[in-house]
C-alpha cells in the first residue's frame, strides 16, 4: 500500500508518492483499504495455521523426551 499520511489541503489519509522531489496524493479509498484488509488476513490465517502446527510439534517432542 506504501506510505500513508494525512493530505496537508483536506486531512484525509492518503498515499504518498514522490518522483523526481514532487509529492503526490491520492486519496485511499474504500475498495484499497478493503484489499489490504484482506490479504492481511489471508497471511494472518497462514501464519496461525503454521504457529499451531509448530506448537503440535513442540508437544510431540517434549512427550517423546519424557
Request: glycine share 8%; with cysteine.
Given at each position: ?34 484489499k489490504k ?15 499451531e502446527q ?13
Amino acid at each position: 500500500m506504501g506510505k500513508v499520511e494525512a493530505c496537508p489541503k483536506c486531512g484525509s489519509k492518503s498515499q504518498i508518492k514522490e518522483k523526481d522531489g514532487i509529492i503526490t496524493y491520492k486519496a485511499v479509498q474504500d475498495k484499497d483499504a478493503f484489499k489490504k484488509i484482506g490479504q492481511l488476513k489471508t497471511a494472518m490465517q497462514k501464519f496461525k495455521a503454521k504457529a499451531e502446527q509448530l506448537e503440535k510439534e513442540l508437544k510431540g517432542l517434549k512427550s517423546n523426551k519424557n
